[in-house]
């Protein structure tokens, strides 16, 4: 599946997949990320998601997105709230930056944490 938008240039199309790399990169160099944990494929509403490695992208309209990561945190004595802005402030800005399309969105799902 891919995204789609239009521009001057004319349009340009990329894959869920190269987007979820991007962000899995941007999640891997927040503090305080051990790791990204995969889920299933699953249909959430009308949409099929997509998962790659921990990074689950929905499309919600022509250039807009919704992203979900699924971290593995440790406990390095800064708050779980505070990595989770970071990781959405980091997700939102590559994301944006390498597609040109909008995210509305980045839902941060703290799945385990290590000692």
Do not use: P, W
Not at 60 to 67: V, Y
């Amino acid at each position: 599946m891919k995204l789609a938008t239009f521009n001057s240039f004319g349009k340009i199309s990329i894959s869920k997949k190269a987007i979820a790399k991007v962000a899995a990169v941007s999640v891997m160099e927040c503090v305080g990320v051990v790791g990204l944990v995969s889920q299933r494929s699953f249909f959430k509403g009308n949409a099929l998601t997509i998962n790659h490695k921990g990074v689950v992208i929905t499309n919600l309209e022509n250039d807009i997105m919704k992203i979900d990561v699924y971290v593995i945190m440790k406990h390095c004595g800064v708050s779980a709230s505070a990595v989770s802005e970071s990781i959405r402030q980091s997700v939102k800005y590559s994301v944006e930056r390498f597609s040109g399309m909008m995210v509305k969105s980045v839902a941060v799902h703290i799945v385990d944490v290590r000692v």
